[in-house]
């Protein structure tokens, strides 16, 4: 009995405080510091698509020249009109250089075609190889001068003019037989186109079974009546 008892006062006796004794130690005022207070972290940033977008144009933008209202680029000014081709055709062409030919004076083989003084209506040639038209009066000028040759078909044409006759032929020759036929030729021609246009309606070459271009066709005008007569050709007619 006795051994329990001593046994308690001893449990009593236990004391499980090993700083105890420590109570008269003391720690002065201001040797530790408190703690800092810890900051907030921040919040992260709120992501948004179109902020995305924005910065993405803004970027691809940087360097290009921005254009105001007074600079934007205009449209060009409308193209003018094409100037319309003025050159002659063919067939303008080729009576130009009939009329160059037909004051040729030069001596050449062959004398080329001479151009009528006017497109000669279809109906009065067909008369005249039909014989509707007939040639009463013929002009030969063969071995003639130019100067004699021109004196006699003015006479000539003159006074087949004041007799009313619609047509005659004149006779120049081809040029085979003398150099000088194909000048005769180009002159008896010129004279027909300018000095004779008062009385010449239009001439052409004859056809071939009366002379061919070795002769023209002469179709006169009709005369006024208030016109008087000149006289007769004196050339040698038949």
């Not at 002065?28 to 907030?40: I, T």
């Not at 008369?127 to 007939?134: E, F, P, S």
């Not at 000048?183 to 008062?198: C, D, H, I, M, N």
Request: aromatic residues 6%.
């Amino acid at each position: 009995m006795k051994k329990n008892k001593d046994t308690k006062e001893k449990k009593k006796g236990f004391s499980n405080a090993p700083f105890k004794g420590l109570k008269s130690f003391a720690v002065q005022e201001g040797l530790v510091s408190p703690a800092a207070p810890r900051k907030a972290a921040p919040a992260p940033p709120v992501h948004r698509e179109e902020d995305d977008d924005a910065a993405l144009f803004l970027r691809y933008m940087e360097g290009i020249p921005r254009l105001d209202g007074a600079k934007q680029q205009k449209a060009p000014p409308p193209k003018p009109p094409e100037t319309p081709d003025t050159e002659l055709d063919e067939e303008e062409k080729k009576l130009f250089l009939s009329s160059l030919t037909g004051m040729d004076v030069s001596f050449r083989d062959e004398f080329p075609d001479v151009k009528p003084l006017r497109p000669l209506p279809v109906n009065r040639m067909r008369q005249l190889k039909t014989g509707a038209i007939r040639i009463d009066l013929e002009l030969d000028l063969h071995g003639l001068t130019r100067d004699e040759a021109l004196k006699s078909l003015e006479s000539f044409v003159s006074g087949a003019y004041n007799r009313g006759q619609k047509a005659i032929l004149v006779i120049t020759g081809k040029g085979n037989n003398s150099p000088a036929e194909p000048v005769l030729q180009g002159a008896v021609a010129s004279w027909l186109r300018e000095t004779g246009k008062k009385m010449v309606a239009e001439f052409a070459p004859a056809p071939l079974r009366m002379g061919g271009n070795g002769a023209f066709v002469v179709f006169l005008k009709e005369k006024k009546r208030s016109e008087t007569a000149t006289g007769t050709g004196n050339g040698s007619m038949r």
